[in-house]
């Protein structure tokens, strides 16, 4: 492959002025477009010799075969052009959404003569203004139905309401007193009017002069002893309450924000967005982006805010963010445009908005677990991933027993393995494995062993592997039968073996089938910062696309073999610190717990003075003192 494209501009062709960028394919395809402060300064990175380039970014430039770009006075013309001419083509290497679903609004409809309000999933009612987005119809629903009972604007269907001002006679709304009666003129299209604005300035804020004036008016009434009135009054106050106490207030009474929660990967990022009005959460959106191109995640939040607000009606003064876009004056300017008043984009750094956004990221984060396991949830999905993997690694058959290895050590000391399996695309928690290492030099040494250890089992299917219960590694073979357990060897091979790492580690793992004389289990290793797959021999990675559900399956796999091997290591070093308290005479098991709950961690239970382990309950002066000491002796003896 030749280092320099093509199609490279000649030096000096490129302005240096801001500007959008397109590459095109030998079809004319556009495949990826960008802006730019300065063209020149940002083409030249794709342009850079291809070795350096990012896998993703490197294939992108190798498929295109020109590029074209367009200079703009200023930076949000660039912003502005960038937006429409992703939605006009649709380019394949920019960042795709993808909504979690089609989400309820609630809508009022102020185009019409009398505004009525409806539950809708269509956005593009002309003149509506909405509210939302619901997890669920039925939470619009119930809103509505307390909404009009303090202000009763029409519900009824169009041909309702039609019939109702030929007749004369309400609708059936206006007959059970849930409208106020706008088609059969009880109240004019006027004070129907007034009523919905009072509507709209309610859900747009939650304004709580509805409820102070309301509490007047029923107390005035009451005063009067016009207790009817005082009645209606007091279910109106009941409903506005019943409103606002849906969700709490998460932010200051009069804070007006859309907040951005946002998790990430190589290959793909969640989207949490909650629409923050009157303090309070009104609504919540979730949306995944598949990533192709390297992007960073102050770009990821600019593409984000396009997406959300290109078309929008509703942009609130403030907009909270994970991290500040490079652009964020500009896009200020190109919302405020939009709003017709100034927008301020900020991060959440503290406070009541970092809280929020901590509750955003996690929920951001759960969703995005959710889009990777969904993948290969289903039978259709794992066996598309099974059958992608044979192809992408040039196997005889699919991998139908897939097993992945992850060694984990603290700073090079107390170094274990985890060996995870997945038949049929699915996790066998029952023959997932943990190992502890003893002596090595590093992690291909680490890797070499394990696998070595397991493919042993291979050549004596008669035996049985010795398990430690307390800990569940591979011990020896001289373990007491009191204190292990046994369970039959692993006579049935993987197809494929997977490790956790990129060259040097695969190099390992077919050294190590070599030498077990096992060449005929293929091996694999995915490297997690660029999320390559390596194979032994190949000096190219293999890129697997992005919505390939074998990368999906790679990445669930390595995944839970690391977390397994995190697990294993807390395990060993809580037991490890259980076994040496154990040893002090006076302290037994419920005060071990209480012990180690009160200090946190073994290393500040080790930094302890004796006066401080005193205090902890049901320890006495003498008990703390030989806690302190033993734990100096333990620790000044390993050293």
């Given at each position: 492959?030749?280092d320099?494209l093509?199609?490279?501009p000649?030096?000096?062709?490129i302005?240096?002025?801001?500007?959008?960028y397109r590459?095109?394919?030998?079809?004319?395809r556009?495949?990826?477009?960008?802006k730019?402060?300065?063209?020149?300064?940002r083409?030249?990175?794709?342009?850079?010799p291809?070795r350096?380039?990012?896998e993703?970014?490197?294939?992108m430039?190798t498929t295109?075969?020109?590029v074209e770009?367009t200079?703009?006075?200023t930076?949000?013309d660039?912003?502005?052009?960038?937006?429409m001419?992703i939605k006009?083509f649709?380019?394949?290497f920019?960042?795709?959404?993808k909504?979690?679903?089609s989400?309820?609004?609630m809508?009022?409809?102020?185009?019409d003569e009398?505004?009525?309000?409806?539950?809708?999933?269509?956005?593009?009612?002309p003149?509506?203004r909405?509210?939302g987005p619901?997890?669920?119809?039925?939470?619009?629903?119930e809103?509505?139905?307390?909404?009009?009972k303090?202000?009763?604007?029409?519900?009824?269907?169009d041909?309702?309401?039609?019939?109702?001002?030929?007749t004369?006679?309400p609708?059936f709304p206006?007959?059970i007193?849930?409208?106020g009666?706008?088609?059969?003129?009880?109240?004019?299209?006027?004070?129907?009017r007034?009523?919905?604005?009072?509507?709209?300035?309610?859900m747009?804020?939650g304004?709580e002069?509805f409820?102070r004036?309301?509490t007047?008016r029923?107390?005035?009434?009451s005063a009067a002893m016009?207790y009817?009135a005082?009645?209606?009054?007091?279910d109106?106050?009941s409903?506005?309450?019943a409103?606002?106490g849906?969700?709490?207030l998460?932010?200051?009474?009069d804070?007006?924000a859309?907040?951005?929660g946002i998790?990430?990967?190589?290959?793909?990022?969640?989207?949490?967005h909650?629409?923050?009005?009157?303090?309070r959460v009104?609504?919540?959106?979730?949306m995944?982006i598949e990533?192709e191109i390297?992007?960073?995640?102050?770009?990821?939040?600019?593409?984000?805010l396009?997406?959300?607000?290109?078309?929008a009606q509703d942009?609130?003064?403030?907009?909270?963010?994970?991290?500040?876009?490079d652009?964020a004056?500009?896009?200020?300017?190109w919302?405020?445009e939009?709003?017709?008043?100034?927008?301020?984009?900020a991060?959440?750094?503290?406070?009541?908005?970092?809280d929020l956004?901590r509750?955003?990221?996690?929920?951001?984060?759960?969703a995005l677990?959710r889009?990777?396991?969904?993948?290969?949830?289903?039978?259709?999905a794992r066996t598309q991933?099974?059958?992608?993997?044979?192809?992408a690694?040039?196997?005889?058959?699919?991998?139908?027993r897939?097993?992945?290895f992850?060694?984990s050590?603290?700073?090079?000391?107390n170094?274990?393995?985890s060996?995870?399996?997945?038949?049929?695309g699915?996790?066998?928690?029952?023959q997932?494995r943990?190992?502890?290492?003893a002596?090595?030099t590093?992690?291909t040494?680490?890797?070499y062993q394990?696998?070595?250890?397991r493919l042993?089992?291979?050549d004596?299917p008669?035996?049985v592997?010795t398990?430690?219960?307390?800990?569940?590694?591979?011990v020896?073979?001289?373990?007491?039968?009191?204190?292990?357990?046994?369970?039959p060897?692993?006579?049935?091979p993987?197809?494929l073996?997977?490790?956790d790492?990129?060259?040097?580690?695969v190099e390992?793992?077919?050294?190590?089938?070599?030498d077990?004389?096992?060449?005929?289990i293929?091996?694999c290793g995915?490297?997690?910062r660029?999320?390559?797959?390596?194979l032994?021999?190949?000096?190219f990675?293999?890129i697997?696309?992005?919505?390939?559900e074998a990368?999906?399956?790679?990445?669930?796999?390595?995944?839970?073999a690391?977390r397994f091997?995190i697990t294993h290591?807390?395990?060993r070093r809580?037991?490890?610190i259980?076994?040496?308290?154990?040893?002090?005479?006076?302290?037994?098991?419920?005060?071990i717990?209480?012990?180690?709950?009160?200090?946190?961690s073994?290393t500040?239970?080790?930094?302890?003075?004796?006066g401080?382990?005193?205090?902890?309950?049901?320890?006495?002066?003498?008990?703390a003192?030989?806690?302190?000491?033993?734990l100096?002796?333990r620790?000044?003896?390993?050293?």
């Open positions: 492959m030749a320099v093509p199609y490279k000649r030096a000096g062709e302005p240096t002025d801001p500007g959008v590459f095109r394919d030998a079809a004319g556009v495949l990826y477009v960008g730019a402060k300065n063209l020149r300064q083409l030249s990175n794709y342009f850079a291809l350096t380039l990012h993703r970014t490197r294939r430039v295109a075969t020109s770009w200079v703009v006075p930076d949000v660039s912003l502005q052009l960038e937006y001419w006009e649709d380019p394949p920019n960042v795709r959404y909504d979690d679903k989400y309820p609004f809508a009022v409809t102020l185009g009398a505004p009525r309000v409806i539950v809708t999933r269509n956005r593009k009612i003149g509506a909405y509210f619901y997890p669920k119809v039925w939470a619009v629903h809103t509505i139905d307390l909404m009009v303090a202000f009763p604007i029409r519900t009824c269907s041909a309702s309401y039609k019939r109702a001002m030929q004369g006679r609708c206006g007959q007193g849930k409208c009666g706008p088609c059969s003129m009880t109240v004019t299209i006027e004070e129907h007034a009523m919905v604005d009072d509507f709209v300035a309610f747009a804020g304004d002069r409820t004036d309301l007047k029923m107390l005035a009434a016009d009817e005082a009645a209606k009054y007091r109106k106050l409903a506005i309450e409103v606002l849906k969700s709490a998460v932010l200051a009474a804070e007006d859309d907040l951005f998790a990430e990967d190589e290959l793909a990022a969640a989207v949490q909650f629409t923050i009005r009157g303090g009104r609504g919540v959106r979730a995944t990533k390297d992007i960073s995640s102050a770009d990821l939040v600019d593409q984000v396009q997406r959300a607000y290109g078309d942009v609130p003064r403030r907009i909270l963010v994970p991290t500040l876009p652009d004056t500009e896009l200020e300017e919302l405020r939009r709003r017709g008043r100034k927008v301020e984009i991060v959440a750094q503290r406070g009541q908005r970092a956004m509750t955003a990221t996690i929920n951001a984060q759960q677990i889009h990777k396991t969904r993948r290969t949830s289903d039978y259709v991933a099974l059958t992608d993997l044979q192809e690694l040039g196997m005889g058959e699919a991998p139908l897939i097993e992945c992850d060694i050590h603290l700073g090079g000391t170094v274990v393995a060996m995870v399996v997945f038949e049929d699915l996790p066998r928690k029952d997932y943990s190992f502890n290492i002596e090595t590093d992690d040494d680490s890797m394990v696998l070595r250890r042993a089992y291979l004596r008669e035996e592997e398990i430690d219960p307390t800990t569940d590694e591979v020896g073979e001289d373990v007491g039968e009191a204190t292990a357990r046994r369970k060897r692993f006579a049935y993987p197809q073996l997977l490790v790492g990129g060259q040097p580690q390992a793992a077919a050294r190590a089938l070599r077990a004389g096992h060449t005929e293929a091996v995915i490297a997690k660029l999320e390559e797959i390596w032994p021999g190949d000096d990675p293999v697997l696309p992005r919505t390939s990368l999906y399956l790679l990445q669930r796999l390595r995944d839970e690391h091997a290591q807390r395990k809580r037991n490890d259980t076994t040496v308290l154990a040893e002090v005479p006076g302290l037994g098991a419920s005060r717990k209480v012990l180690l709950k009160h200090f946190g073994v500040a239970l080790r930094a302890a003075a004796p401080q382990i005193e205090e902890v309950q049901g320890i006495g002066p003498v008990l003192q030989n806690i302190h000491s033993h100096a002796t620790q000044s003896g390993t050293r």
